[in-house]
């Protein structure tokens, strides 16, 4: 599923951000608030189950968007997010945009850059902000459907000591209640308010090297 915000009008010059659809309520709060002037577009953040799945739909977006867009196309995706081999720099210089600096939509609501590794030295939290934990929800839904049991999707997050939310939205409490429900099987360490703020600066800085370079 393919989820589209973008009225392409021809000579508008906007920037147009494509991302994973993790970051929507940030993105789109953003615009709505004025801090962003940019189109829109998202692709469903559950085709991240699986690599292949996400590069062959974010491929089709971005096929549509560049022939149909008139202003610059910024891609909102980590370094990480096609595999650990530098997939996705592979994937923006073949489309000749620019990306964000982010190693995945964590690391833009932490501050991007690396961020998230600093945050996480450990690999052992779970970072979630209201995307991510629709995505999981849903994940643990497919999952059970499809036959493993509650016992074989908890040894997944084995090695996790806990979930850090990632308040954005000022919707802490309510991320807490839908973690609480979720079935996850995680303690919640902590809250963290990280506001909207990093993902604007993180955006901001890719849309300006975008129109300064191209």
């Known amino acids: 599923m ?40 998202f692709v469903s953040k559950y085709f ?21 867009f008139c202003g610059k196309v910024v891609l909102v995706y980590g370094d990480l997010c096609l595999g650990q081999n530098g997939e996705m720099k592979k994937l923006t210089d073949e489309y000749g945009i620019t990306k964000v600096n982010a190693a995945n939509c964590i690391d833009c609501q932490l501050g991007g850059g690396g961020a998230f590794f600093e945050a996480d030295p450990d690999h052992n939290l779970m970072f979630m902000g209201p995307g991510m934990i629709e995505f999981f929800k849903h994940m643990k839904q497919k999952m059970l459907e499809e036959g493993v049991d509650e016992v074989a999707f908890a040894a997944l997050f084995s090695g996790i000591k806990g979930i850090v939310i990632l ?41 300006q090297h975008a129109t300064r370079t191209k």
């Open 167 to 207: 308040d954005s939205l000022g919707n802490a409490e309510e991320c807490r209640a839908e973690l609480e429900k979720s079935g996850l099987g995680l303690a919640i360490l902590e809250t963290r308010t990280v506001g909207l703020e990093n993902v604007r600066r993180v955006v901001f800085d890719a849309i």
């Open 2 to 41: 393919l989820t589209w915000r973008c009225v392409v009008t021809s000579g508008n010059g906007k920037v147009c951000l494509v991302s994973c659809s993790v970051l929507k309520d940030e993105l789109q709060r953003l615009v709505k608030d004025g801090q962003l002037d940019a189109e829109l577009v």
């Open 48 to 68: 991240h189950v699986d690599y292949e799945t996400l590069e062959t739909n974010l491929r089709k977006v971005l096929d549509v968007t560049l022939k149909r």
